[in-house]
């Protein structure tokens, strides 16, 4: 109970709004965010999101690689969605928040 309790604590503590602010300033017309999690205790971050193309992908990419509270940016996974005549691609990258507590 006591460790639930730290957890909870943990979660509530972190600067939520620096985080959000921090995705929702990387200028991305071609990208649409599809979700974020998080792991509070290894201070890790995974946002999934879909693009145009392949291009749109690694601009967005390279723009959280310039955001100063990532670090270790890496495109985890990403597909082509083939069922869509657009042909967009579904990626996942992950990184590491280094926002101050």
């Known amino acids: 109970e006591v460790k639930r309790a730290r957890d909870v604590i943990l979660q ?8 959000f602010a921090s995705v929702e300033s990387v200028h991305a017309p071609n990208v649409a965010l599809l979700g974020i999690e998080s ?3 290894k201070r890790r971050v995974k ?4 693009a145009r193309n392949a291009g749109a992908m690694f601009d967005y ?5 310039g955001k100063p509270v990532f670090q ?3 495109l985890q996974s990403h597909q082509i969605q083939q069922q869509d005549a657009q042909r ?3 990626f ?3 990184a ?3 926002a101050a507590k």
């Open 12 to 19: 509530l503590s972190m600067p939520w709004a620096e985080l």
């Open 72 to 74: 270790d940016v890496y």
């Open 61 to 65: 990419l390279r723009e959280l690689e």
């Open 96 to 98: 590491i928040w280094v």
């Open 47 to 50: 946002i999934s999101a879909e």
């Open 39 to 41: 792991d509070v205790e």
């Open 88 to 90: 967009p691609v579904r």
């Open 92 to 94: 996942v990258i992950t």
